[in-house]
Each structure stands twice: as C-alpha cells, then as structure tokens.
C-alpha cells in the first residue's frame, strides 16, 4: 500500500475516498497511468496540496486545499495539466505572469494563461517552481512536457469561482467550461 500523509488521510471523507485515493497512487506510480482526471476523486498534488474534480453539465468545477496561496496556484496548474494531458514527453517549461485586481480573479486569470499556453504552444504544466503570489500579480516556471492537449477548455469562468482562507491554509473553487 502507498504512503499517504495524515493530511491526506484526514482529507478523505469515508473510507471509499481513501482506498480511490491509494488506488489512484498505485496506478499513476508504476501500474500504469490514469487517462485523464477522474471525476468527483480526490487527488494529491504533493504534501499538504489536494484537489478534487466534479462534473456539471459542459464545465467541470476544481476544488482545491493548500496550505498557502502559492501552492493553490501551484495545485491548480498540477489539475490542469491532469485535466488536459496530450501524448507528449518531451521536457518544456515557460515563465507565466499574470495580473488581477482580486485573489480569486488571479486564479482565474492564472489558469487562462495556462490553457492559452497549452493551446498555442503545447506545454502541458506538470509542475510550477518559484511560484509567487503578490498583490495583484501572479508569476512561475511552469514545467511540463510538449503534446497537443487532449481535453479543450473553452473557458475559465467566473461561476463559482471562489479563493478564501480556510482552516490550516486556503481553499479554491474555479469551473472551467469544457
């Protein structure tokens, strides 16, 4: 059985969420990769990072704990590239930069640059390093690998979205229209 940290095992609401999650870990670390997220599943990004997908007629809503702001930015790009993983492997990455007036709209806007960059120049994120989170500013090193995305995301939407100090770091809701 993989290793799961208490925070992800405090994460999961019943024991089913739990086994999903191990299964989860067991496929995507040598038995064989995951097509695509899995709907309505709760997902690890790293120590302390969770996200989940749930389903809605033509969008698909992300929700996401972190421990900071910086990594719910970072977890978000990790979901992203879950949600829109082409066939690729070779290595690329690209400093992003993105301006908001409000947290919750530089999420938005963070996310809409990484789709953009996905479309026009096929980087699939799998990682952000050196992410930061200022005032009205977002910017990292998305690092991923080179395919032609698999999911088209039309649009990052402002339904729903939400970003928010939670208990033990901060919680996110964006839906993206897909």
Aim: aromatic share 6%; glycine share 12%.
């Amino acid at each position: 059985m993989p290793y799961i940290s208490a925070s992800h095992r405090a994460a999961a609401r019943t024991e089913a969420d739990l086994f999903a999650y191990t299964e989860q870990i067991r496929l995507t670390r040598g038995g064989g990769a995951v097509a695509g997220p899995r709907r309505g599943f709760l997902c690890c990004g790293g120590e302390g990072r969770v996200h989940r997908w749930v389903e809605h007629t033509s969008e698909i809503e992300l929700s996401v704990e972190a421990e900071s702001r910086e990594a719910v930015f970072r977890e978000a790009a990790v979901a992203l590239g879950e949600l829109i993983d082409g066939a690729g492997s070779e290595p690329a990455s690209r400093q992003v930069s993105v301006r908001a007036t409000d947290l919750p709209a530089l999420l938005a806007a963070w996310l809409e640059e990484l789709v953009f960059v996905a479309e026009t120049e096929g980087i699939v994120p799998e990682d952000v390093e050196g992410m930061g989170v200022g005032p009205g500013e977002a910017r990292g090193l998305v690092r991923g690998h080179r395919g032609p995305p698999q999911t088209l995301v039309k649009a990052v939407t402002y339904h729903r979205l939400a970003m928010e100090p939670a208990p033990g770091g901060w919680r996110a809701r964006v839906v993206f229209d897909v």
